[in-house]
């Protein structure tokens, strides 16, 4: 009999607001279901952060084929950073509190299907980015967002109600910022640069991005009255954020950002404090198999 292929899952016990309970039936279903494909099965538990790119560069020195991430945007990122450029498939199995790259990709929010998906979808060829040598697959940026991002790590309790009320204190406290980008000083709300159009949630940040084209779209949304922000904020959710004023985009292969003092960014929601306050990011064509 021929050897059964290796398929591998990683879980994160952390992720979103799924039970331990509800993770071990996803845990279950997953060896289930590849057994009946005839796939040879493991699942492992991420223990810390950075374990799941640990689990993942492992897999791929073992030349398994298939690794499923089944949490949310930070452990699917966690694992695809050791799968870039290899011939290892990534399955995404959305469990988090945003699920952008899932969205985006129109991946089902039902993990049991997500599962199916990815022990019996095809590879395709997707982007990713870089900022600052940190990988990210959906989006990364400075400002507004970077703020929320390191406010909502805070939280005890995540979920999209947690987001909402962690976004809607930090409008009143944040302060736009002075940048540097590309050689221009520029007074900016917030800056994104997108891979993937949204940051979770179907908040459509890049209305338009393709995660396959070689590039990336570098969206700026520039001070606005406070009166302006339920309109932008409905437009963030109606996919057209890109028809107003205060939104301006471009496409792009990299940029450099001078930012003042410590720079605070995320990288697909992860927060990141920078010690330096030069920022380049990059697109990375063509980089990682994603199975759907």
């Not at 990534?90 to 952008?100: D, K, M, R, W, Y």
């Not at 590309?182 to 993937?196: H, I, M, P, R």
Request: hydrophobic share 45%.
């Amino acid at each position: 009999m021929a050897n059964r292929s290796a398929v591998l899952a990683i879980v994160n016990p952390l992720s979103g607001t799924t039970t331990a309970q509800q993770k071990k039936l996803l845990q279950d279903a997953f060896m289930r279901r590849a057994n009946a494909l005839g796939f040879s099965p493991e699942v492992v538990l991420t223990e810390r952060p950075g374990h799941a790119t640990e689990i993942a560069a492992a897999a791929v020195a073992q030349g398994i084929n298939r690794v499923l991430a089944i949490g949310g945007d930070g452990t699917i990122n966690e694992t695809a950073q050791s799968l870039r450029r290899s011939a290892t498939a990534l399955g995404i199995v959305p469990i988090g509190s945003g699920n952008g790259l899932a969205r985006h990709l129109r991946i089902s929010l039902n993990p049991m299907q997500a599962i199916d998906r990815a022990l019996g979808g095809r590879p395709v060829v997707i982007d990713s980015g870089e900022i600052n040598e940190h990988p990210f697959f959906c989006t990364a940026g400075l400002g507004f967002e970077a703020y929320v991002a390191h406010e909502f790590a805070k939280a005890p309790v995540r979920g999209l109600p947690t987001y909402i009320r962690t976004a809607f204190r930090a409008f009143w406290a944040y302060k736009p910022q002075r940048f540097h980008l590309d050689g221009q000083e520029k007074e900016l709300f917030s800056l994104t640069f997108a891979n993937a159009g949204q940051f979770g949630n179907n908040a459509w940040m890049a209305p338009t991005a393709n995660i396959s084209d070689g590039r990336l779209e570098q969206c700026e949304i520039r001070p606005f009255p406070a009166q302006a922000a339920g309109m932008l904020t409905w437009r963030l959710f109606n996919k057209t954020l890109d028809h107003s004023a205060y939104w301006r985009g471009h496409s792009i292969t990299k940029a450099s950002v001078q930012a003042e003092g410590p720079v605070l960014i995320h990288a697909d929601g992860e927060p990141i404090t920078l010690s330096t306050n030069r920022i380049d990011v990059r697109i990375l064509p063509g980089s990682l198999l994603v199975l759907l």
